[in-house]
């Protein structure tokens, strides 16, 4: 038997992977974080906000859709696989079946990022099946354990499904006022599915912050505001489907915004608000409200982009929710106690500085510099920092790598 470094390299390799093979945020988390990291640094710093093989498709739209749908699928993939099986007490899916959903995730990456249009049919259907593959597991977990708990989750990645599909039909028959409904729906979607995880996390998160020994629940938020969010999106979607005036359909986008804006209202909790668990998951919902009420008044005739809006609401909304949903289930999932470290925490800052810098333009404020550079540097920065802080406990090789403080 060898036990030379080629053979310790080998062992110390199949037990990595064996560790990412446990759950899926061990795998999708550090995919997710470094394909929010280098894609949008990449597509500025080098593509110059072009990308590589695209022929007649806008680098935009590809730029939308790989953030939406790669960045963001990534960690819907890894909070499904983990989360769902927790709720329902049931096993989580391990080993293959964890690299067979990232090899097609994978595929649709390939695709996406050098915006290869001859095979983007291959891209499409990947895509398109990694997110019909959770619709389906869903479902079977909800038969086989008699609970609608997770409906909700199946309604909305079925309906993020249908808006891919729609956006990249658009590409594919090269009408792009359809490709970009298709994927901004899309986006619009994954607020839905924020505002569903939210709603779950938010209760547990906050009651242990407040009760760290798990004895009590002085936490209850109000019954009937849990679903209010997704709800109005869900409403302000079909309004934008179903071709509404700008004034009508500003004002849904616009009450789907305060819908999330009274979210940030279950943050106050007292001095314990200003634990970072509590204003991460406070600022998702505040950067996605306020993008939200900023789009819809774009619509109804303020001065700046209705996509300085989809800025915030995407970028901030989405970027923050998906990190503080790394942060804290990254600690839970690895046996570890609520408490973010420094690192974690000037990231999770680095990402809402680089949301500012990105649309500060957009309302007239003139920064020295290369703005769009220095975001993308933030943005990226803030993603590495997480992972390098997170790695050791998800690899399996060691908690933190560096103090933790509330």
Same mark, same amino acid.
């Given at each position: 038997m060898s036990c030379g +470094?080629?053979?310790? &390299?080998?062992?110390?390799?199949?037990?990595?992977?064996?560790?990412?093979?446990?759950?899926? %945020?061990?795998?999708?988390?550090?995919?997710?974080?470094?394909?929010?990291?280098?894609?949008?640094?990449?597509? #500025?710093?080098?593509?110059?906000?072009? /990308? *590589?093989?695209?022929?007649?498709? +806008? *680098?935009?739209?590809?730029?939308?859709?790989?953030? #939406?749908?790669?960045?963001? =699928?990534?960690? @819907? $993939?890894?909070? $499904?696989?983990?989360?769902? +099986?927790?709720?329902?007490?049931?096993? +989580?899916?391990?080993?293959?079946? @964890?690299?067979?959903?990232?090899?097609?995730?994978? !595929?649709?990456?390939? !695709?996406? %990022?050098?915006?290869?249009?001859? #095979?983007?049919? $291959?891209?499409?259907?990947?895509?398109?099946?990694?997110? !019909? =593959? @959770? !619709?389906?597991?869903? /479902?079977?977990?909800?038969?086989?354990? &008699?609970?609608?708990?997770?409906?909700?989750?199946?309604?909305?990645?079925? @309906?993020?499904? #249908?808006?891919?599909?729609?956006?990249? %039909?658009?590409?594919?028959v090269d009408s792009f006022e359809l490709a970009s409904k298709g994927i901004y729906l899309a986006g619009f979607a994954f607020l839905g599915l924020l505002g569903l995880a939210l709603s779950r996390i938010t209760v547990p998160v906050t009651n242990l912050v407040l009760d760290p020994s798990e004895e009590t629940s002085p936490f209850r938020p109000h019954p009937g505001r849990l679903h209010l969010a997704p709800g109005l999106v869900f409403v302000a979607m079909m309004g934008e489907a179903a071709g509404l005036s700008d004034a009508v359909s500003g004002f849904l986008w616009c009450a789907a915004g305060a819908a999330f804006m009274d979210r940030v209202a279950e943050g106050f909790i007292g001095r314990e608000a200003l634990r970072a668990e509590i204003l991460m998951l406070a600022g998702s919902s505040a950067l996605a409200g306020g993008g939200l009420i900023l789009f819809g008044a774009a619509r109804l005739g303020a001065f700046w982009s209705e996509v300085s809006g989809l800025h915030v609401a995407f970028m901030g909304g989405l970027g923050v929710g998906t990190y503080a949903v790394f942060a804290i289930a990254g600690l839970l999932h690895t046996d570890q106690p609520l408490g973010l470290s420094i690192r974690t925490r000037f990231g999770a800052n680095c990402l809402v500085a680089a949301v500012a810098l990105r649309v500060a333009p957009d309302f007239g404020v003139d920064l020295p510099g290369p703005m769009y550079a220095v975001a993308s540097l933030l943005w990226t920065a803030g993603f590495l920092l997480w992972l390098v802080a997170y790695w050791p406990a998800i690899s399996g090789r060691g908690n933190l790598g560096d103090d933790v403080s509330a």
């Amino acid at each position: 038997m060898s036990c030379g +470094p080629t053979a310790h &390299r080998r062992t110390l390799t199949s037990g990595l992977w064996a560790t990412l093979s446990e759950e899926g %945020f061990r795998l999708f988390f550090p995919v997710a974080a470094l394909y929010a990291a280098f894609y949008p640094l990449l597509w #500025i710093l080098a593509f110059g906000l072009g /990308v *590589p093989l695209a022929e007649t498709v +806008p *680098p935009s739209l590809w730029h939308a859709h790989e953030m #939406i749908v790669g960045a963001f =699928g990534a960690a @819907l $993939i890894g909070f $499904i696989t983990t989360a769902a +099986p927790e709720w329902t007490d049931t096993e +989580p899916p391990r080993g293959a079946w @964890l690299w067979r959903l990232l090899a097609l995730w994978s !595929v649709g990456r390939g !695709v996406g %990022f050098l915006g290869w249009e001859d #095979i983007g049919l $291959i891209g499409a259907l990947a895509d398109a099946l990694w997110m !019909v =593959g @959770l !619709v389906g597991w869903l /479902v079977h977990l909800s038969l086989q354990r &008699r609970t609608d708990q997770l409906l909700p989750f199946v309604f909305w990645l079925a @309906l993020l499904a #249908i808006c891919t599909a729609v956006g990249r %039909f658009g590409f594919h028959v090269d009408s792009f006022e359809l490709a970009s409904k298709g994927i901004y729906l899309a986006g619009f979607a994954f607020l839905g599915l924020l505002g569903l995880a939210l709603s779950r996390i938010t209760v547990p998160v906050t009651n242990l912050v407040l009760d760290p020994s798990e004895e009590t629940s002085p936490f209850r938020p109000h019954p009937g505001r849990l679903h209010l969010a997704p709800g109005l999106v869900f409403v302000a979607m079909m309004g934008e489907a179903a071709g509404l005036s700008d004034a009508v359909s500003g004002f849904l986008w616009c009450a789907a915004g305060a819908a999330f804006m009274d979210r940030v209202a279950e943050g106050f909790i007292g001095r314990e608000a200003l634990r970072a668990e509590i204003l991460m998951l406070a600022g998702s919902s505040a950067l996605a409200g306020g993008g939200l009420i900023l789009f819809g008044a774009a619509r109804l005739g303020a001065f700046w982009s209705e996509v300085s809006g989809l800025h915030v609401a995407f970028m901030g909304g989405l970027g923050v929710g998906t990190y503080a949903v790394f942060a804290i289930a990254g600690l839970l999932h690895t046996d570890q106690p609520l408490g973010l470290s420094i690192r974690t925490r000037f990231g999770a800052n680095c990402l809402v500085a680089a949301v500012a810098l990105r649309v500060a333009p957009d309302f007239g404020v003139d920064l020295p510099g290369p703005m769009y550079a220095v975001a993308s540097l933030l943005w990226t920065a803030g993603f590495l920092l997480w992972l390098v802080a997170y790695w050791p406990a998800i690899s399996g090789r060691g908690n933190l790598g560096d103090d933790v403080s509330a």
